[in-house]
């Protein structure tokens, strides 16, 4: 969902931008406070920072989101957080994971 709002803020879709921005700025600080280490790059499951169940999944997500906000504030500090997120998610055995893999076919023949 924060993907979406950015990109509409990013184009002027919105018809009340302010609460919008607004509303998106507090789900960033969520993001921050609850499921990624910025300094480090880690993205968590859960909220309270809980990785106790790992996945992989999360980080494409969490860069895309993070880039998103980059492109709409241009803050500095967004660009290098999806730049640690990266590094971590290759780090982790990224390079041999792809988040929309099924595991199984999706069509049996």
């Known amino acids: 969902m924060g993907v ?11 018809k009340d931008r302010e ?9 960033h600080a969520f993001y921050l406070r ?8 880690l993205v968590c ?3 309270g920072k809980d990785n106790s ?3 992989l999944y999360n980080y494409p997500w969490a860069v895309t989101f ?12 967004d660009l290098k957080t999806a730049v640690r997120i990266t590094e ?9 994971f792809y988040p929309m893999r099924r ?3 999706c069509f049996s023949s």
């Open 19 to 27: 609460k919008a921005e607004q509303s998106l700025r507090e789900y």
């Open 66 to 77: 993070f880039l998103e906000c980059w492109k709409l504030w241009g803050e500095k500090e």
């Open 88 to 96: 971590k998610f290759y780090e982790q055995d990224g390079f041999r």
């Open 103 to 105: 595991k199984t076919p």
């Open 45 to 47: 499951n859960c909220s």
């Open 34 to 41: 609850e499921l990624v280490n910025a300094a480090t790059g």
């Open 53 to 55: 169940y790992f996945r």
């Open 4 to 14: 979406l709002i950015a990109r509409a803020l990013q184009q002027n879709l919105l």
